[in-house]
């Protein structure tokens, strides 16, 4: 063999092997930090063995880091994203501003009909999906089986708010530091306003009507606050005014509340030995209700989208399907154990007897199909959400209100003040946005 | 006339010291050793000192589930090429300043200096879009122009503090033997000011490495520094404590242990011309 022909046949290989490297199309994945992420992260082996020709690149981001980051670039069209984690609130707006891409014509083993119809609506715009959830939640009430025994007391699977107050009197030990209820009360729209509003809910409160007017000047929210700042004065922890999910289930973990009303998703966690030091003596109810037709519980889904400037459609639709599958929660089952399945999206999941042993499956699922976010309220309202108003303007306004309720929560100004002031601060906010529009 | 130090003064102020010290270390020490502790043992209460089971696990899954090495040279190219690129804007610049002033030359520096007063995120979207048009996005290159950028008034005038300790005569002197502009600054200037110029490339990488606000909006998976490796770890629900605690140290650790030997340079430069 000549020299020419040794070189070549090493230019032709080192070109096919570069030709092989160059058509590999690269996803950029935009996703949280939480538990059912990681573990798709560490799965998604499983996707590339199957579509050789697509690598993927992924960003995990806080939260609020994450809405600001993806935000900015889907609003701007940066492009640095082909696939964003992205909420049940961001959804119905993007969509609507034809930001993202249509799910609709997703193969038909992808079997979208198998999706909850209440998580399916929330992710819905004029008939399109434009975002496939990924792992889907309520909220429910979490308590101590050993605590409300004790307490001689017995929890309905869906109890009514006056009962809940009267067992957490009965289950409160500030001696021995335990507390009866552990609530939200760190301000935020997506902290205590998210329990606050979905609780308005079952009280006949809302935060706008028809005309897109505030609503916090009318008496169905003068009672769920004060039926909220009294409860927790009486039987909550101190400093609660700083806690949010991670401090409340701190709490509860190390036995120091007696019931927790917050995401389905924390079940998992408050039923596991490892980190859980009352991991056996966990029970679930439905979110509580006033007799008004609505329960206090919320609805939200983490969910997978496409922003509609991806030059890579194809290829993200793929792994969306994936990620999002039938096959992807047999993956994990196998994987992980069915414990660890990401909940709340599919009916199929909830109809296998396996997954039916998981002691908080049930619950998580009465508490989504409780939840509808076209209908959030007692009475008719002009938006979408349910511990949330879809509109872009919330997230500021609702920080704002829920720092008037933590105030509150602290005992620095009264129910009173605080809805006065939050009535005020959201006229504000509209008539400058512009409503009614 | 020198004040005398009697020992039990000594021995406050050595004890008032400490003190500060350990109170300015505190919020480190107690990331370090959050680090070692189980999620469960990391939101203990009463919080655990010491006695606590130490682990490496949260280590060990950090190294697992994020390129650690990747962040760090990103970090690395990011703060040392922003602050070379800033001191060679900023010496001729605080040269100019301190040595030929002009009428207006004190309204300059202010004027730089209130540019630091303006909140990052009001400017977000142009330069997002400047970036995005430039193909600057997630790019070493964007991060090293924007964070010279942010750090230039803060350099022009720490050097421009040092230059005008330096008598000009002997800048005359140098002139007057026949020393080009650019000799006078690089063989005259340059030397003379060097404690000045260490501190303020240290203090410049320093503020580079923690900037958590352009290096997290700007970048995605390629040019993300330590900043986006520490914030994947903090999560909205579920214990994250001692995995955030372990990310943390190990992005700490690197300009920590560039500070502690640099220190004396540091002070060195920070307290120059501070007393006469």
Redesign the interface.
Known sequence: MTLSRILVGATAATLMAFAAHAEKEKLTIATVNNGDMIRMQKLSGEFTAKHPDIELEWVTLEENVLRQRVTTDIATKGGQYDVMTIGTYEVPIWGKKGWLVSLNDLPASYDADDILPAIRGGLTVDGNLYAAPFYGESSMVMYRTDLMEKAGLSMPKAPTWDFIAKAAQAMTDKKNEVYGICLRGKAGWGENMAFLTATANSFGAKWFDMDWKPQFDTAPWKKALTFYLDMMGQSGPPGASSNGFNENLALFQSGKCGMWIDATVAASFVTNPKDSAVADKVGFALAPDTGLGKRGNWLWAWSLGIPAGSKKVDAAKSFVAWATSKEYLALVASKEGWANVPPGTRQSLYDNPEYAKVPFAQMTLDSINSADPNSPTVDKVPYVGVQFVAIPEFQGIATAVGQQFAAALAGTITADQALKNAQALTQRAMRKAGYPK | MARSVTPRRKMVVTVLAWAVGLLIFFPILWTILTSFKT??DA???PPLFLGFDWTLENYAEVQE?SDYFRHFWNSVVISVGSTLLGLLIAIPSAWAMAFVPGRRTKDVLMWMLSTKMLPPVGV??PI??IF?DAGL??TRTGLVIVLTLINLPIIIWMLFTYFKEIPGEILEAARMDGATLWAEILHVLTPMAVPGIASTLLLNIILSWNEAFWT??LT??KA?PLT?FI??????????YAKLSAASTMAIAPILIMGWFSQKQLVRGLTFGAVK
Request: proline content about 3%; hydrophobic content about 50%.
């Open positions: 999620e469960a939101i203990a209460s589930r977000l979207i997002y879009l995005r996005l997630d997290l909006n995605a998976a993300a986006a914030a994947s770890y903090s999560s909205p629900e579920g214990l994250f």
